[in-house]
């Protein structure tokens, strides 16, 4: 079971470990077989499904089969997110570069990355992002980030675009030559893409239509309203080029007691786990569940699910009320805040200067997750998502004035 987890056996709401994932028995199936077509033909694979649906989990399972050694495919993986933070262009392209570059997991794969023809594919991609530094990442630190997204390329930005296309292609074929060379795959692994920025879908567009043999990218796509219309420009592309998409919907009557079984150390009898599927389905909601029976020292009946389920049905609120009147607060401080959240950042509109304490506090924390060394995010968006959404207009006003005032003194810092 999860080391992230409360006294009373909460766990946490970020993806799930990939020893503890559960269920989705085809669609793993699914992408495993897609893997071994990686020999022939470059290969694309959406995972898309609703908020909740597990589809970080998914690729945290991907990424660890892929790189497995002993039951694995014993391949190359990298991953990234896309944040959801205006103006962020090819700041996860960036990232993805930059770790490629440090990538350490297996020494034949060190030596391929220091391929005169790989290692300088990687230094133009990431110098071309460097010339367009006024479009990789946002354009200030402040809460509301800058206009990028919202523009289209100028001329020069036009050229740097094709380039930069150019010299992932360039590398990806070179890595593919490796590829073939050690019998293995690369797998690139990006999260919500529907966060991307203009650019930044426009590059996995081009990308799909050129990927060389041996190279896998696979891409997490969360499924709304609101960006539908993205979603079914990408479904077009996939479809187009021949390749994959895996929905994720609700997890069936056996999935759902694996997931008490691997997850909680619970063991619930079919009737319950067949309600539970039919009512809940989603990991997201079942989370909120579980940890809500757990947080009440409930036995895991089917009478006791009855009794929580309305409040299980809307997994942020349920979540949001299950925590104590501190972490409330803090969550109400900090939804307002675009990702990643600096802990300086964190300690200016929290009030707290000991940074040492909160630092462990948000580290052992079930809700936020750490991106990178003092740099944070929630756990799960929907979160976040719900509490600006309830936030009173004045209170948001206030918590915004504040915002700007934490983020100007970081500026003036740095």
């Known amino acids: 079971m999860s080391q992230s987890r409360s006294r009373s056996g909460e766990i946490s709401l970020g993806p799930c470990p990939p020893d503890e994932f559960s ?4 669609e793993r199936k699914t992408l495993l077989e897609v893997l071994q077509e990686a020999k022939d033909h470059g290969q694309v694979v959406m995972i898309s499904g609703r908020r909740g649906s597990g589809k970080s989990s998914f690729l945290s399972w991907a990424e660890d089969e892929i790189q ?54 990687i230094e133009v991609g990431l110098g071309i992002i460097e010339k367009m530094s006024s479009l990789a990442g946002p354009a200030s630190i402040g809460v509301e980030a800058g206009v990028a997204a919202a523009r ?26 490796k590829m073939v060379e050690e019998d293995k795959f690369m797998a690139i692994l990006l999260d919500d893409v529907q966060w991307s920025s203009g650019p930044d879908f426009q590059l996995i567009k081009d990308l799909i239509k050129s990927l060389p043999t041996r190279i896998v990218l696979i891409i997490a796509f969360r499924v709304e309203a609101e960006n539908e219309k993205k979603h079914a420009e990408l479904q077009g592309e996939i479809s187009r080029f021949g390749h994959k ?48 029976l757990q947080k009440r020292n409930l036995s895991p009946s089917i009478g006791n699910f009855k009794a929580i389920l309305p409040q299980a049905l809307d997994s942020a609120r349920c979540i949001y009320t299950g925590l104590d009147s501190k972490w409330q607060s803090r969550v109400n401080s900090l939804c307002i805040l675009h990702p990643p959240l600096r802990l300086s950042v964190i300690s200016c509109m929290l009030k707290e200067e000991d940074l040492v304490v909160l630092k462990d506090e948000l580290d052992q924390s079930l809700i936020f997750r750490r991106l990178e060394t ?40 740095l």
């Not at 490629?100 to 790989?118: C, N």
């Open 152 to 177: 289209g390329f100028l001329p020069t930005e036009n050229v740097d675009y094709t380039q930069l296309l150019s010299s992932f292609l360039q590398m990806f074929r070179a890595l593919s030559e």
């Open 23 to 26: 269920g989705r028995a085809d």
């Open 245 to 292: 998409e895996i929905r994720l919907g609700g997890m069936t009557e056996e999935a759902v007691k694996e997931f008490a079984s691997r997850r909680y150390g619970l063991s619930i009898d079919d009737q319950t786990a067949d309600f539970l599927s039919q009512k809940i389905g989603d990991p997201l909601c079942l989370v909120g569940c579980f940890n809500l």
């Open 68 to 121: 497995n050694e002993t039951k694995g495919s014993n391949c190359p993986a990298i991953r990234k997110e896309f944040l959801e933070t205006a103006g962020m262009v090819f700041f996860t392209y960036r990232e993805l570069l930059t770790n490629l570059k440090e990538h350490q997991k297996f020494g034949w794969f060190r030596k391929s990355l220091d391929d005169p023809k790989v290692k300088k594919s």
């Open 374 to 413: 003092e740099l944070y995010d929630f756990a799960h968006p929907s979160l976040r998502e719900y509490r600006r959404k309830e936030l009173p207009e004045g209170a948001a006003v206030k918590l915004h004035s504040q915002a700007a005032k934490c983020l100007e003194n970081l500026e003036a810092r």
